[in-house]
């Protein structure tokens, strides 16, 4: 097996899939944010400099913590949904909605399992973020290793064989 320059760019051949998920998380963010953004602005559009009204200050800022807190709450509960929709869409070779419907089906069945990984992950990744960032070359390969084997027990089968499985071994 001879290796090409095409071969280096191979992960790019989804990239469409990748540019849709994206600009979908991105819009339902800031859908599920903007109310908070324009009551974050309220007070200052409508208080006279000269006469602040307290109980609109108060009142947008009860809400605006209340509501930040609802609005990441269900941000992270999507998060997890579509957590394996990258994944899918590198070895599934799906569309961005079908990875994204996909992904919620399978994080569904286990979604506390899934939610305690990510956290886990994200524990390990930033332990070396928090040693001035040089830990980070040692701790992320760790957290994105745990990713690759929980993958591999989802959504890859055993007759798959992926990149990572062909290292190390004769090709010829």
């Given amino acids: 097996m001879s290796l090409e320059l095409g071969d280096f760019f191979g992960g790019f051949k989804n990239i469409g ?6 600009l ?13 953004i324009i009551f974050s602005f ?7 400099p000269e006469n ?3 109980a609109l200050m108060i009142g ?3 809400f605006g913590m209340l509501y930040i807190l609802v609005a990441t709450v269900f941000l992270l509960f999507l998060q997890a ?5 990258p994944y899918l869409i590198h070895y599934g070779s799906m569309s961005a909605i079908d990875a994204m419907k996909t992904s919620y089906a399978i994080v569904k069945k286990n979604f506390w ?3 305690l990984m990510a956290i886990v992950v994200s524990l390990v990744a930033s332990i070396g973020a928090i040693a001035c960032y040089v830990g980070a070359l040692a701790t992320y390969p760790f957290a994105y290793i745990m990713v690759y084997f929980m993958l591999k027990d989802m959504i890859l089968t055993d007759d798959e064989k992926t990149e990572i499985d062909l290292l190390g071994t004769n090709q010829e």
């Fill in 60 to 62: 947008s800022s009860l």
């Fill in 42 to 48: 309220l007070p200052l559009m409508f208080n006279d």
């Fill in 24 to 36: 979908i998380v991105m819009g339902v963010s800031l859908v599920v944010l903007s109310p908070y």
């Fill in 52 to 54: 602040v009204n307290p």
């Fill in 81 to 85: 949904c579509i957590y394996l929709a």
């Fill in 113 to 115: 399992w899934m939610v």
């Fill in 17 to 22: 899939s990748y540019f849709l998920l994206t």
